[in-house]
């Protein structure tokens, strides 16, 4: 057995943590700007559209 497997990190599970909410963080920002997105898709132009997204 080697020596990095015998004594792991003791702040993975931080940086587990950390990843975890960065990624749910991104999952939320594109729901959210696909529901925004297909609101605004009945009401807008498409260069509003873009403009939107920029």
């Known amino acids: ?3 990095t497997s015998a004594h792991p990190h003791p702040r993975r599970w931080a940086a587990l ?3 975890s909410i ?3 963080m991104v999952f939320l ?3 959210v700007m696909n529901i925004a997105l297909a609101g ?10 873009r403009e939107f997204v920029a």
Request: hydrophobic content about 50%; overall charge negative; cysteine-free.
């Open 29 to 31: 920002d594109s729901a």
């Open 22 to 24: 960065a990624q749910l």
């Open 40 to 49: 605004e898709h009945r009401t807008s132009s498409p260069a509003a559209l």
């Open 17 to 19: 943590l950390f990843i």
């Open 1 to 3: 057995m080697s020596a």
